[in-house]
């Protein structure tokens, strides 16, 4: 069913384990990720990103593909339906008034205290109803829905004032992260995480987890992180599967067939990031 993050993550922190976050870009990815999830019991977060809904339809139209899939695919798991990199408040009251479950509010290109200001917006208005709210501090590097950004680092003393005047369900903090693929060694700062984790006493989320090796993965989980967020790896696999299905059928044009050629190379995928974050 339905839920927000607020349970799930807190409960994940507890057992030192990570959530993790699928984004979906399409009806047929959103049916293989809560499948592949069902399966193996565990509760997941499907991330839709501003750009992602104008492609499906609206907020609305992606609200009705994820509650009808849980219907008709018999799913029996918690199901996040995630507003990811929310640009606005605007945005993220379209999204809750739609019927998502928890919303992402970023505004870390302003400065603290307006991120705060808009933060809380958006928290008063998702607590009315019973929506989570994640929210990001520094800036993660890479690209976001084409959106090129340098890494900067969050604070340790911002992030306290920050979490405790908005009153968040998670943190995004920038600990040397990149959305997209990484160029060259991801330099992760552990000891900084470790902190912002002691101080702020929230689950805090990994943005750009593709490209991240399993033992940092599994020591980032440690020092707090309870949320990852998985997308790049997730088009790349579809997208070679796909490439390769392609070029050995060139006469195949049926949509159907050509889409499902990625199925099982994306619910890999999947299978091997719920099995790594849950420590299974």
Not at 22 to 38: D, G, Q
Not at 95 to 100: E, P, Q, S, T, W
Not at 168 to 184: E, K, M, R, S, T
């Amino acid at each position: 069913m339905l839920v927000n993050m607020r349970q799930i993550l807190n409960n994940a922190r507890n057992q030192k384990k990570a959530i993790a976050h699928f984004n979906i870009n399409n009806l047929e990815w959103t049916k293989y990720i809560l499948e592949e999830a069902n399966k193996l019991n565990s509760p997941i977060i499907l991330g839709v990103s501003e750009s992602a809904s104008k492609h499906m339809g609206g907020y609305e139209t992606v609200y009705a593909i994820v509650k009808s899939l849980i219907k008709s695919l018999n799913i029996t798991i918690d199901i996040v339906l995630h507003l990811d990199h929310g640009s606005s408040y605007s945005e993220c009251v379209k999204a809750i008034d739609a019927g998502f479950t928890s919303v992402m509010i970023d505004a870390s290109k302003h400065n603290l205290l307006d991120n705060i200001k808009v933060t809380k917006q958006v928290v008063d208005y998702a607590k009315q109803k019973n929506v989570s709210v994640e929210a990001e501090i520094g800036h993660i590097g890479g690209s976001e829905d084409g959106i090129e950004g340098q890494v900067l680092l969050a604070d340790i003393n911002d992030c306290i004032v920050f979490v405790k005047n908005t009153q968040i369900d998670c943190l995004a903090p920038a600990i040397g992260n990149a959305h997209g693929v990484y160029q060259g060694e991801p330099k992760l700062d552990f000891e900084l995480l470790e902190q912002i984790s002691k101080e702020t006493n929230v689950p805090l989320v990994l943005h750009g987890g593709t490209g991240i090796k399993n033992s940092d993965i599994i020591r980032l989980i440690d020092k707090g992180i309870t949320k990852i967020n998985i997308n790049t790896e997730l088009q790349i696999s579809w997208s070679n599967s796909v490439r390769e299905y392609i070029n050995k059928n060139p006469d195949i044009y049926d949509p159907r067939k050509i889409i499902k050629s990625g199925e099982e190379s994306l619910k890999k995928v999947v299978r091997e990031k719920i099995e790594l974050f849950e420590n299974r």
